[in-house]
């Protein structure tokens, strides 16, 4: 299941140093979202019943972590963007993704691969 723009902001702050709490999170991604800690909580809810993150307990405090890889869900969202708003088919070129700070060099060969998939998929559904 591909995570809503929202979840894909949390995704990116576990990615980048997880695990984290609620409170941690919410306060990374606080300006950008613009909501109150109570949405991100449920949000945080949300996204464990999805299987997106991993909820664990530490004494009375819930921990995250993603639960979903990194390389696969970003070339996912990538593609389904390009075909929807470009109407591209065929494979993205991963020269896009040189300065991400979310991909670094070791995922890029990954991320290639994966778009190639996910190219050829499209073509044959």
């Known amino acids: 299941m591909q995570p809503t723009a929202p979840e894909l ?6 990615w ?9 999170l919410h306060d990374e991604i606080e300006a950008q979202l613009q909501w109150s800690y109570s949405s991100t909580r449920k949000t945080l809810e949300r996204m464990g019943e999805k299987e997106l993150v991993n909820i664990t307990s530490q004494g009375n405090k819930r921990i995250y972590t993603a639960q979903v890889d990194k390389v696969k869900t970003l070339a996912s969202f990538a593609q389904d963007f390009a075909k929807r708003v470009f109407e591209l088919d065929g494979p993205l070129p991963v020269a896009m993704f040189t300065d991400s700070k979310l991909i670094d060099d070791g995922e ?3 991320l290639e691969k994966l778009l190639k998939d996910l190219s050829n998929d499209n073509k044959e559904a």
């Open 9 to 14: 902001e949390i995704l990116k702050v576990l």
């Open 16 to 24: 980048q140093r997880q695990p984290c709490t609620a409170r941690e």
């Open 108 to 110: 890029i060969a990954d």
